[in-house]
């Protein structure tokens, strides 16, 4: 879609979510302890401990009895 086919309304509407969704972008960036958990996160995928989501939902299952 171009934005000529857009009326007047719909480019607001977008304009202002993409606003909206930088600023809160902006805000979780700047943010101590978001970044902090965003680093971490980070190292840990570095040092490869991480789990598929498969694995993930399986070990939940199993610990709720499911499976």
Do not use: H, N, Q
Not at 15 to 20: F, V
Not at 21 to 42: A, C, Q, V
């Amino acid at each position: 879609m171009k934005v000529a086919d857009l009326t007047v309304e719909e480019f607001e509407d977008l304009l202002r979510k993409t606003i909206e969704d930088e600023i809160e972008d902006l805000y979780l960036s700047l943010d101590p302890t978001i970044k902090t958990k965003i680093e971490e996160g980070l190292a840990d995928i570095r040092e490869g401990k991480v789990v598929s989501l498969d694995d993930l939902i399986a070990r939940r299952k199993a610990k709720r009895g499911e499976v």
